[in-house]
């Protein structure tokens, strides 16, 4: 079994006996001279009192054993508090010896909900996509695959119809399915027909509506306490909107196609067992809280959990704020390929390898602007015990959504993956500047030569797998 900082952490806690958590893990360099994990002296003296650490405590944290608990080298007392060091050249056989364990995703034991994605931005075309709703489509395409690497069965709304959509995805490398037939909405327009108030005198109908409902009933019942506007009063039924709710509906009642692509499926394929996950922008949230109560009001089906993962605003310095996404991934894309020019002392948009390499950094640096928010060193031990280690942690984190926390809104950890990435390269490239990973063929070098590779073998598999979860081709590939 491969070794894991939360299993470790959960053997150094329960040492101390009954209480909360009191270790934590180090990742600055000057601390992880010394140690790597850290009770903190107060944390202890609230435990303790103002006595010392129990000295068959200390023995037993020295002794740790268990499933991928790290084996212990020291525990001893500091000013700092309880300070514990792992044997790091067990640790470095253990992790180096079974790589490719921690660039994966750690599998549940038991499989999750289903979860709809929803991003009501793909119903429009490239050009009238604004830079939140951008961000949107990022985000829910990164959260898409952050469950699929966990073996979540996903499904994702809705199935792009703009003709000009899916070359605009490709160009971003995200991954979403392209329309087929509409899904059938006879049985959703009969209820609304049945439910709608009819129209005042005064009041003329647009083109395509049917009529409204009153949302205020509903919101008093279930919106009010979960987050819901309470200025939510009515929604005008249009074919359009029956056709958005049709689409949900159909995903939430199929899960055959995910169940024979191998994916964890829950023994109950209910409403109760699947959760919806409409990523909106700021701007379409108000919208989407009607819709919301509308599929409740028509569907007795539909699922009782719905949240909303609402994506802020986006500026970019230096441009007019009304830039589209088209012309903000044409902008990213010349400043790329100048910044190279001035790099080379020659242009390059005449050698198409280096363009596709330029498109991937595009999307790269779109992708880490969007989903990272404003985003030191020992060698070999700060990548492994800082990356390598708590890696499949982290991405048993960013593929974490709160299905049962109360209210509508929810938050995802995007940020993790990419932070990640940028703490990485910062550690790989101090360590590569002042470390000679091929040195001249000394022959009681040889091993530390090899174990060096090895480590950067880990790296480069851990790294490898960030970048797909952004979506982002290996190394080799640009």
């Given at each position: 079994?491969?070794?894991?900082?939360?299993?470790?952490?959960?053997?150094?806690?329960?040492?101390?006996?009954?209480?909360?958590?009191?270790?934590?893990?180090?990742?600055?360099?000057?601390?992880?001279?010394?140690?790597?994990?850290?009770?903190?002296?107060?944390?202890?003296?609230?435990?303790?009192?103002?006595?010392?650490?129990?000295?068959?405590?200390?023995?037993?944290?020295?002794?740790?054993?268990?499933?991928?608990?790290?084996?212990?080298?020291?525990?001893?007392?500091?000013?700092?508090?309880?300070?514990?060091?792992?044997?790091?050249?067990?640790?470095?056989?253990?992790?180096?010896?079974?790589?490719?364990?921690?660039?994966?995703?750690?599998?549940?034991?038991?499989?999750?909900?289903?979860?709809?994605?929803?991003?009501?931005?793909?119903?429009?075309?490239?050009?009238?996509?604004?830079?939140?709703?951008?961000?949107?489509?990022?985000?829910?395409?990164?959260?898409?695959?952050?469950?699929?690497?966990?073996?979540?069965?996903?499904?994702?709304?809705?199935?792009?119809?703009d003709p000009h959509m899916p070359t605009f995805l490709q160009q971003l490398r995200v991954d979403w399915p392209a329309a087929s037939e509409r899904a059938a909405t006879e049985a959703l327009r009969s209820r609304a027909l049945a439910e709608l108030t009819p129209a005042r005198n005064a009041e003329a109908l647009p083109p395509g509506a049917l009529g409204r409902v009153y949302l205020k009933e509903l919101v008093d019942e279930r919106g009010r306490t979960t987050g819901y506007d309470p200025n939510l009063d009515s929604c005008l039924v249009t074919e359009d909107l029956l056709a958005v709710l049709a689409e949900l509906q159909q995903a939430v009642q199929d899960w055959a196609e995910d169940s024979s692509l191998g994916l964890a499926t829950a023994p109950d394929a209910g409403a109760?067992?699947?959760?919806?996950?409409?990523?909106?922008?700021?701007?379409?949230?108000?919208?989407?809280?009607?819709?919301?109560?509308?599929?409740?009001?028509?569907?007795?089906?539909?699922?009782?959990?719905?949240?909303?993962?609402?994506?802020?605003?986006?500026?970019?310095?230096?441009?007019?704020?009304?830039?589209?996404?088209?012309?903000?991934?044409?902008?990213?894309?010349?400043?790329?390929?100048?910044?190279?020019?001035?790099?080379?002392?020659?242009?390059?948009?005449?050698?198409?390898?280096?363009?596709?390499?330029?498109?991937?950094?595009?999307?790269?640096?779109?992708?880490?602007?969007?989903?990272?928010?404003?985003?030191?060193?020992?060698?070999?031990?700060?990548?492994?015990?800082?990356?390598?280690?708590?890696?499949?942690?982290?991405?048993?984190?960013?593929?974490?959504?709160?299905?049962?926390?109360?209210?509508?809104?929810?938050?995802?950890?995007?940020?993790?993956?990419?932070?990640?990435?940028?703490?990485?390269?910062?550690?790989?490239?101090?360590?590569?500047?002042?470390?000679?990973?091929?040195?001249?063929?000394?022959?009681?070098?040889?091993?530390?030569?090899?174990?060096?590779?090895?480590?950067?073998?880990?790296?480069?598999?851990?790294?490898?797998?960030?970048?797909?979860?952004?979506?982002?081709?290996?190394?080799?590939?640009?």
């Amino acid at each position: 079994m491969r070794l894991g900082v939360e299993e470790t952490l959960g053997a150094l806690n329960a040492a101390l006996g009954p209480g909360g958590p009191v270790w934590f893990k180090e990742t600055r360099a000057r601390h992880l001279r010394v140690r790597d994990f850290l009770a903190p002296r107060r944390a202890l003296e609230a435990r303790f009192g103002d006595d010392q650490v129990p000295e068959r405590v200390v023995h037993a944290i020295v002794g740790l054993q268990g499933p991928g608990v790290a084996p212990v080298l020291s525990c001893a007392p500091t000013p700092a508090g309880l300070a514990l060091q792992l044997r790091r050249s067990a640790v470095f056989e253990r992790v180096l010896g079974a790589v490719a364990a921690y660039a994966a995703p750690t599998v549940p034991a038991a499989p999750g909900p289903h979860v709809v994605l929803h991003c009501p931005a793909l119903r429009g075309s490239p050009c009238a996509l604004r830079l939140s709703q951008l961000r949107a489509v990022l985000v829910a395409d990164h959260l898409a695959r952050a469950l699929h690497a966990h073996r979540v069965s996903v499904r994702l709304v809705p199935a792009v119809r703009d003709p000009h959509m899916p070359t605009f995805l490709q160009q971003l490398r995200v991954d979403w399915p392209a329309a087929s037939e509409r899904a059938a909405t006879e049985a959703l327009r009969s209820r609304a027909l049945a439910e709608l108030t009819p129209a005042r005198n005064a009041e003329a109908l647009p083109p395509g509506a049917l009529g409204r409902v009153y949302l205020k009933e509903l919101v008093d019942e279930r919106g009010r306490t979960t987050g819901y506007d309470p200025n939510l009063d009515s929604c005008l039924v249009t074919e359009d909107l029956l056709a958005v709710l049709a689409e949900l509906q159909q995903a939430v009642q199929d899960w055959a196609e995910d169940s024979s692509l191998g994916l964890a499926t829950a023994p109950d394929a209910g409403a109760d067992s699947c959760m919806v996950v409409h990523v909106v922008s700021c701007e379409e949230e108000f919208q989407q809280q009607k819709l919301d109560l509308v599929w409740w009001k028509l569907d007795d089906q539909a699922p009782l959990r719905q949240k909303h993962l609402v994506c802020g605003p986006v500026k970019v310095a230096g441009a007019p704020g009304t830039l589209t996404a088209p012309e903000y991934y044409e902008l990213r894309h010349a400043q790329v390929c100048k910044a190279s020019a001035l790099k080379r002392g020659r242009d390059l948009a005449q050698d198409s390898a280096w363009m596709e390499i330029f498109r991937v950094l595009c999307v790269a640096t779109i992708k880490f602007e969007m989903l990272s928010t404003a985003p030191q060193s020992q060698g070999e031990w700060l990548l492994l015990f800082n990356s390598i280690l708590p890696f499949p942690d982290l991405l048993s984190q960013t593929a974490a959504l709160p299905c049962t926390a109360p209210g509508l809104h929810i938050t995802a950890r995007t940020e993790m993956v990419c932070k990640f990435l940028v703490q990485l390269s910062m550690d790989f490239s101090s360590y590569y500047n002042r470390v000679h990973i091929l040195g001249e063929p000394r022959p009681h070098l040889f091993g530390q030569m090899f174990a060096r590779l090895q480590l950067l073998r880990a790296v480069r598999e851990v790294l490898h797998t960030g970048l797909a979860m952004l979506g982002l081709p290996p190394l080799s590939h640009i």
